[in-house]
């Protein structure tokens, strides 16, 4: 029974130690990943965005040329920002889905989804 006691006392002991370490080495602000939505601008956010991951095929002479221009603030892009369409297909997780966006590749970050998403709630704006 002392034994075991003694066991016991020594796990909690080499728990707390670890927590200890955990925290120094690990601290809560390195760790939390923020995602600022608070200022997306379509300038210096959103087109980026569209830049690396969508107007490979959403240009004039892309495979997507029929489905929206993503080159520049264009009126297919709001037009899809306002209809749903756009927050709708990059939500979707099924990569193999034909809507899924970007078509055939692994989804966008939960950040650039969240900052989309808040640029087309705040009204789509040339901004
Ligand atoms: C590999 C090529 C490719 C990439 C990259 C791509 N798309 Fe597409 N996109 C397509 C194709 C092809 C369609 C037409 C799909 C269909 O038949 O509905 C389409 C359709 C769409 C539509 C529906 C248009 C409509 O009105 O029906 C939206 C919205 C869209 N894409 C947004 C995006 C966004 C946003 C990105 C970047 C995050 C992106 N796409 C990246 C190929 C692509």
Redesign the pocket.
Known sequence: MKKIIALAGMALLLNSCYNDKYTKLYPASTTSVTCDTATVSFSSTIQP??NS??T???SAS???AG??D?TSYTKSLTS?AS?G??V???IITNTGD??H?????PS?SACDIEK?TAWVNQGAQNN
């Open positions: 965005i569209f991951y969508c490979s095929c959403h892309g495979v997507a489905y929206g993503y899809q209809s369409n756009m709708n297909d990059i034909i809507h966006m970007p078509q055939s590749q966008l989309i």
